[in-house]
Every structure is written in C-alpha cells, then in structure tokens.
Nanobody, 123 residues
Framework: QVQLVESGGGLVQAGGSLRLSCTGS????????MGWYRQAPGKQRELVAS??????????DYVDSVKGRFTISRDNAKNTVYLQMNSLKPEDTAVYYC??????????????WGQGTQVTVSS
C-alpha cells in the first residue's frame, strides 16, 4: 500500500503561483509514475502532468492547457513530487490530486491517490 499526502493548495490571484507537494510513503519502491490530476466542479478529472521513470529515461508530460506554466518535478530522496504552477488562471481552479502508479505495462498494476488539495484562482 502507498499513502500520498498532498499540501500546497490555497487561494491565489490570477497570475500568481503555487507549489503543490505530494509525499509518498509505504511501498513507494513500486511506483514508476507520479502525476497530478485535477477536477473542477462539474468537469471530468484530467491528468495535468506526469513524470515517469523507465529504465534510464525520465519522461514528463503535460496537458496542453498548462504547458509553459506548470512544471512537475520529483525529489526521490524525499519521496516527493511537486507541481510548480505559475501564471495561474481562474480556469486552473480545481481540486488537485496526487497520483502514483505502478508499472502499468505489467498485467497487474495499481493506482494510488492523495486526498486532494483545493486550488482556487481568483480574477
């Protein structure tokens, strides 16, 4: 079992910045992808950013709407993944969820979720 604890959400004005943190514990050795999802009221949950380790490669991906503004990073020593959010827009308002996933190329894999943290961007 993997436990994920998020922090860093809050209220910020448009154009401002926030940094979300997600720290994992438990069987974190099994995780090869971490990401951030968000869900705005009445909307589907979407994958905002992810960072994947595969062999010698590290792959990052972003949804188009946040490219150039958000940066995902990780600190393996701290078992922590971050989402630096700059130039925030009201459209970024959502509950942000940390996600950790085991190798989903295997027949058996698992998804783990943080508790969610509210990000509200005012205009």
């Amino acid at each position: 079992q993997v436990q994920l604890v998020e922090s860093g959400g809050g209220l910020v004005q448009a154009g401002g910045s926030l940094r979300l943190s997600c720290t994992g514990s438990g069987s974190i050795f099994s995780i090869n992808r971490m990401g951030w999802y968000r869900q705005a009221p009445g909307k589907q949950r979407e994958l905002v950013a992810s960072i994947t380790s595969g062999g010698s490669t590290v792959y990052v991906d972003y949804v188009d709407s946040v490219k150039g503004r958000f940066t995902i990073s990780r600190d393996n020593a701290k078992n922590t993944v971050y989402l630096q959010m700059n130039s925030l827009k009201p459209e970024d308002t959502a509950v942000y969820y940390c996600n950790a996933r085991t190798d989903d190329t295997r027949p058996t894999w698992y998804d783990y979720w943080g508790q969610g943290t509210q990000v509200t961007v005012s205009s």
